[in-house]
Each structure stands twice: as structure tokens, then as C-alpha cells.
């Protein structure tokens, strides 16, 4: 691991420019409640204790040694190498007394000293190569939690892990999932008085999601609450369920319902109640999981729970019926604004379905519900209690020809952190406007994603034409609900953090990190990391010296995974007058694809595109829409043997380097299927007109194949999310 670093420049005066001083000793204990809750005083300020910051998790840093109007000086502090390869950096620094902690794929957690940058433990908690295949979506890990003398976080396997702060080693480890299931942990854990909250991945596959409390001292289960009723004939656990199970039909416990909170836990010490957002239905069509309509509750929703006992207080379903993966995973903001002259305490999110929404905190009231993207289709309008009207045509399990909904399944805002400046008063969205296509088949798989669509289809209608579609960073005012500016620089598939120096932080592909004014917009300040930047990124202070620190992972120019191109995995921190610098970038120039010839008929590879969507375009991606560093397999050379291809997929022969065996899920003859398949891709990139990321149509991600005699189908769904 190479650590570059550079002394501080005038700490003593920086010091007092700030009015603060933050301690270089770790002492591992001083995160719990009370910290938490004063986080914007004299000694709190400087640090960055929890995923978004504080409860609140507006990722605002009351820090102002760096302003839009010395943003120009910010250097390069110091730099740390990560090893971790085959999968995607979504870590989010927390720091803490010094130290600043980041997770990598793997669930593995680096701390280091946050002035310096010298190594201070890593801890692999040895997640099973083989676990990949019980993935949604990616392997990778959000953050950690730090609760007095102990660093916390969840596994890829479902385990929750507590190590000691200043050591790394451990001091418990419970399960925390079912192990016999395809469940995982991929979010940041959140504590508060000594209770964590935490909930499973997996709606993508048959699950009942859950939101569970953990004493943060042994990691027992404290309580338990199940999103979706499961089988009527036997007690429900909660008794809201009771009532939640008549708004579904048929069996859907048979396929679990879905509704796992993946993400979204907020804890407000004002109410002391715990707000999650639930993830989608299971399977994707209501039509299919839920025969004859019903709400489904409570996925797709935000719910409030007494923190202390995990007792259901009250809930608001964002997409009732969801048919399209617009799950409320996406972070939930609490502040005080004043809204018709009254102050409000608020919990607000924007959400993948487009909408933004204001309720308050202590009784979930819906005080504001307006599109922060130009259009929406899924919904005509709200009625008198902002309970969304659905559009008829978008019940596309039912109508049987399909639809192309607005914003796309991919979300008008996904996982990405959003941050909010009480400055300012604005909304800082990673946004994304477009449409998706969606076909209903039940039974239908995709990705290993138990979805029922079929993504090798068309709607019947063609897509919406969309005036301003694209992805961008917004910049949305909550009380008066509308847009202030559009960074078109920015974009949806990158974390935001803004400061009291009136700043916005955000990365941009392909390889850069940017400030902007957080009033106007306008881009201040820009720098080449080398690799995308995909989490989010935390100011703190040491020593009276503020730092920027931030994750880019991923190839020198691409946001995809490429077969030759050199991989980056860094910790950068920068501030005022740094003067490091990164090694100088590989040169990349892709080279031609020399793939063998095609071979096999047609239906050998419909076959193959069915298991390569099935078990393989989850991590290598379809027309890059997976950010991510694995190999873009057109340019494999076993593409050119039987033998090679099979000794990889199917006997582990690249085991040690992240590519598990798919014995149990393949045969042979479904690897020489895929073979054929991609060797088709390889071939569709070959002869295509030169892109901007080099040959074929995306930063090392393959485009599905056509079936035969049908046009060309759409991307994956597989949107990077849980």
C-alpha cells in the first residue's frame, strides 16, 4: 500500500481562522447519542461520525476553511492504494478522533490516520468467493458505523461485525440474515443508545424484508420488524400486519413479497423514531406477485418505528402497487424548515418514482409531494391526502403490452447520497430523467433477479420523447418545491456532500471530483482522480485543518470494468495548499476486439443470452449500466477455447481472484452457451462505429444481443442498487 502525505501548512493559524481544533489522538469514544445529536458544536464539528454524517444525515459539514472562493487552492493531501478488486467502491469515509474508516468490496474495512494517511489496521471478514452468486446487485459496502470504542458494519454473507476502534480486532460477530436465503447486507448500519439498526438486501430475489435493532455491545437481536405480512394461516408478528396482509392477493408469501430496506434508516432523536424506507415488491409486476391489485403494504414506502421497541407508528406509501423497482431505499433527511410561516420538523425523500416529499417527522403528514423531474407517467396527480392516482396504462402486468415508465426503474435519484444545506435551504439531488421498458412474464428471469420481465421485449408503444433527458446534479428548494439550478456536469451516479463554505461536492465520470457553488451552481473547482468516484465523500478537521476525503475506484477513464484497462482503488484527501500527486496514469488506448469466430445456432445462443443474463450480467453488465471493475469479457481470450472458458466458469479457475465457480447454478453445455453468446457481443462491438469509450457501445459493458428476428432489446435493469 503507497501512502503519499504532506505536512499541514499554518495549522496553528488555520486554527483560529476556523475557531476550531480537532484532536489527533484516537481515543474511540466519543460517537454515541449525545455527539451525535450535537454534532454542529465546537468539538463535534470536525468530525464526520456517521454515514450521513449525523442524524440527520444531511451531509452538510458545518466546516468553512474551504469556500467557493479558495475551493481553486485545494491540493492533494495524501493518498492511500486499495487492494480490494471485483466490485464497487460505494463507501462513504466516516471519521472519528482521527481516524478515518472506508469499506471496499468484500465487506472489508481500512482505517487509517486521517492526517497523515499512515495505515492503521485492515479487517477482511473473509466473505466466501462462491456468496457472489446470491447477489442482486454488485459486491459492495456502504460504510461503517463507529459507537464508542468499536468500529461496526454489516457483511456481503449477512454478518454484523464490531471491532475495536484503535486495533481492528474483533469483538463480536453475529448472523444477522438467513443464511440458507439469498440475502446480504450492503448498507451502513445507524446507532443510537447503544442500539443498531440495519436491514437485509435481496427484493430482487424471493424475500421478506425486515428492519432488526442489535445491541451494540454483544450484537443481540433487540427487535425485529417485518415490511410485508407473510403467510396469513400463521400469526403475524406485528399487528399492523393484520391489516397490511388485506391489501395483497393471491400467495405472494410463497415468493416472500419483497420490501427489503437495503438502505434509507434514519434514527431522529427529536421523536426518537427510527424512519426506513422499504424496497420494492417481489416480483417486480404487481399483477404477478399480487393478482387482482392491492396496495401491498408496505413496500415502497416510508415507515416510522419507535426506535426503542421497533413498535409501527406511522407509514406513507410512496407507489402503491409498484410494478417498476421504485423502491424508498433512498436516503431520508430530517431538518426544521418553515413551511407557511409555521416551523416544521420534517423528514424528507427523494425517491426513485420522481417525487419529492416533505412529512412531518412525528406523524408522518404529507406537508409538500411535487416532481422534482420534469415528468412523470407511473401517476396522473395525488388525491386530497397526496396518495398518488395511478395511470391505468402502467399496469403493465395486466394490459399485456407492456410500458415504458417514467423516470426509469433505475430511478430519477437511486441510492446515491443527496445532501441538504440549511444555508442555502436546498436539496442537492443526483438526478437521472429517462424511461425504461418493461414487459411482463411470469417466471421470467434476469440477471439471477427473480423479476418477471423479460428483458430480450418491447412495449408495443414506442418510448416517450423526453425534452431534457439525462443525468445531472439538482439543486431543489424543499418549501417552495422547485428547481433552482441544474449542474449538467454533475450527474446521478455519484454521492453529493456540501459544507458552510458554500460548497457542493460531487464526483463525475469518467475521472473527476468537482466543487460547486452551493448558491448558484456554477463549478468552482476540478480535479483528475484517475477513477470514478461513486460514494460520497466527507469534509473534516485536524489539528484546525480541513480535509476533503473521498473513494474513486475504477479505470482511468471508464466508469465500467474493462478487460485491459489498468485499475485505480484510492482513498484521496485533499485540502488547502496540498501539494501530493497521484502516479502518473497508465496510458490506455483499447485495444481492437479479436474475438474468435461465432459459432452455434440460434438457439444456442438465446440460450446463452438467457444464462448470461441469469448469472453474469450483474457483475460484467449490459451496455454499462453496472458501475464496477470487472472484466469486459469481449475482449476475454478464452473466449478462443472450449477448455479455457469451462476451467473458469465452471471448475473456479480464477477462484483466487473473485471469480467463484458457477457449478452449481451452470453445466458445461450452459458455459459454452454463454461462450457463444458473448463471442456474438464481441462481434455486434467489433463492427460497430468507434464510441467514445473505444470500441462497442459502452465503458466495458456488453449490449444484450438481439433475439432472433427481434430488435434490438433494452439494457439491463440491473441498476446498481441494494
Known amino acids: 500500500m503507497r501512502i503519499q502525505f504532506i505536512a499541514a501548512l499554518g495549522a496553528a493559524s488555520l486554527a483560529a481562522a476556523a475557531g476550531l481544533v480537532m484532536p489527533t489522538s484516537a481515543t474511540g469514544a466519543s460517537v454515541d447519542t449525545q455527539h451525535l445529536v450535537a454534532s454542529h458544536s465546537p468539538e463535534n464539528a470536525g468530525q464526520w461520525m456517521s454515514y450521513g454524517r449525523d442524524y440527520s444525515e444531511q451531509r452538510y459539514s458545518p466546516l468553512k476553511q474551504i469556500t467557493a472562493d479558495n475551493v481553486s487552492q485545494l491540493g492533494l493531501a495524501w493518498y492511500a492504494d486499495l487492494a480490494e478488486r471485483g466490485g464497487s467502491y460505494e463507501t462513504t469515509p466516516v471519521v472519528v478522533d482521527g481516524r ?112 432488526a435493532a442489535y445491541d451494540a455491545e454483544n450484537g443481540k437481536e433487540l427487535w425485529r420488524w417485518w415490511a410485508v405480512p407473510g403467510d396469513p394461516s400463521k400469526p403475524f408478528e406485528q399487528p399492523e400486519l393484520e391489516w397490511a396482509a388485506k391489501t395483497w392477493h393471491g400467495e405472494w408469501w410463497k415468493t416472500g413479497g419483497g420490501g427489503t430496506p437495503w438502505d ?182 434476469m440477471g439471477n433477479q427473480l423479476l418477471s420481465i423479460n428483458v430480450a421485449k418491447r412495449p408495443q408503444d414506442p418510448p416517450p420523447k423526453l425534452e431534457g433527458a439525462g443525468s445531472y446534479l439538482l439543486a431543489w428548494d424543499p418549501v417552495n418545491m422547485k428547481e433552482v439550478w441544474k449542474q449538467p456536469q454533475g450527474t446521478s451516479r455519484s454521492g453529493v456532500m456540501t459544507t458552510a463554505g458554500n460548497l457542493v461536492f460531487q464526483g463525475s465520470p469518467p475521472h473527476s471530483f468537482n466543487a460547486y457553488r452551493a448558491d448558484t451552481g456554477e463549478r468552482v473547482w476540478t480535479t483528475d482522480t484517475q477513477a470514478n468516484i461513486v460514494g460520497g465523500s466527507a469534509s473534516y478537521m485536524v489539528d484546525g485543518v480541513q480535509y476533503i476525503a473521498v473513494v474513486a475506484a475504477g479505470q482511468a477513464g471508464f466508469g465500467g470494468g474493462g478487460y485491459w484497462a489498468p485499475n485505480y482503488a484510492r482513498l484521496l484527501v485533499y485540502k488547502l495548499g496540498g501539494k501530493a500527486e497521484l502516479p502518473p496514469a497508465v496510458p490506455y488506448t483499447p485495444p481492437p476486439l479479436n474475438p474468435p469466430p461465432e459459432f452455434g445456432d440460434e438457439q444456442l445462443i438465446v440460450r446463452g443470452q438467457k444464462k448470461y443474463n441469469e448469472h453474469c450480467a450483474t457483475c460484467h453488465g449490459n451496455d454499462g449500466r453496472v458501475s464496477s471493475i470487472f472484466p469486459d469479457l469481449r475482449y476475454a481470450g478464452p473466449l478462443h477455447s472450449a477448455e479455457a472458458f469451462k476451467a473458469i466458469v465452471i471448475d473456479g479457475a480464477l477462484q483466487q481472484n473473485g471469480m467463484v465457480s458457477f457449478r452449481k447454478v451452470l453445466t458445461p453445455e450452459d458455459a459454452e452457451a454463454i461462450r457463444a453468446y458473448v463471442v456474438r457481443l464481441a462481434h455486434q462491438a467489433k463492427n460497430a462505429p468507434p464510441g467514445p469509450f473505444g470500441p462497442g457501445r459502452g465503458p466495458g459493458a456488453a449490449a444484450p444481443a438481439p433475439a432472433p428476428g427481434a430488435a434490438t432489446p433494452p439494457a439491463s435493469p440491473s441498476a446498481p442498487h441494494q
Not at 164 to 176: D, H, S, Y
Request: proline fraction near 6%; charged fraction near 20%.
Open 264 to 445: 434509507a434508516i434514519t434514527y431522529d432523536p427529536v421523536t426518537d423514531l427510527v424512519f426506513v424506507g422499504t424496497g420494492n415488491g417481489a416480483p417486480w409486476p404487481a399483477e404477478i406477485r399480487s393478482p387482482g391489485g392491492g396496495d401491498n403494504l408496505f413496500t415502497s414506502s416510508i415507515v416510522a418505528l419507535e426506535a426503542k421497541t421497533g413498535k409501527y407508528r406511522w407509514h406513507y406509501q410512496a407507489t402503491p402497487q409498484d410494478s417498476f423497482d421504485f423502491d424508498n431505499t433512498q436516503q431520508l433527511v430530517t431538518a426544521d424548515l418553515v413551511i407557511d410561516g409555521e416551523k416544521k420538523h420534517v423528514v424528507m425523500q427523494a425517491p426513485k418514482n420522481g417525487v419529492f416529499y416533505v412529512l412531518e417527522a412525528a406523524t408522518g403528514k404529507v406537508l409538500k409531494a411535487h416532481l422534482y423531474v420534469p415528468t412523470a407517467n407511473w401517476l396522473t396527480g395525488f388525491d386530497a391526502n397526496y396518495r398518488p392516482i395511478l395511470n391505468p396504462e402502467a399496469n403493465y402486468g395486466k394490459i399485456g403490452k407492456g410500458f415504458h415508465v417514467v423516470p426509469s426503474a433505475g430511478g430519477a435519484h437511486s441510492w446515491h447520497p443527496m445532501a441538504f444545506n440549511p444555508n442555502t435551504g436546498l436539496m442537492y439531488i443526483p438526478t437521472n430523467y429517462s424511461s425504461f421498458p418493461l414487459v411482463a412474464e411470469a417466471g421470467a428471469k
Open 100 to 211: 478515518i474508516y472506508v469499506t471496499a468490496p468484500w465487506s472489508k474495512v481500512y482505517a487509517f490516520d486521517a492526517k497523515t494517511g499512515k495505515p492503521l489496521w485492515k479487517y477482511d471478514p473473509k466473505v466466501p468467493g462462491e456468496w457472489a452468486v446470491n447477489l442482486c446487485c454488485g459486491i459492495v459496502n456502504r460504510g461503517v458505523a463507529v459507537w464508542k470504542d468499536k468500529v461496526i458494519w454489516g457483511t456481503l454473507d449477512g454478518r454484523l461485525i464490531a471491532v475495536n476502534a484503535k486495533t481492528g480486532k474483533k469483538v463480536w460477530e453475529v448472523q444477522a440474515t438467513d443464511r440458507t436465503k439469498m440475502q446480504s447486507i450492503t448498507g451502513a448500519p445507524r446507532i443510537a443508545d447503544g442500539r443498531i439498526f440495519i436491514g437485509e438486501a435481496g427484493s430482487e430475489f424471493h424475500q421478506r424484508g425486515y428492519l
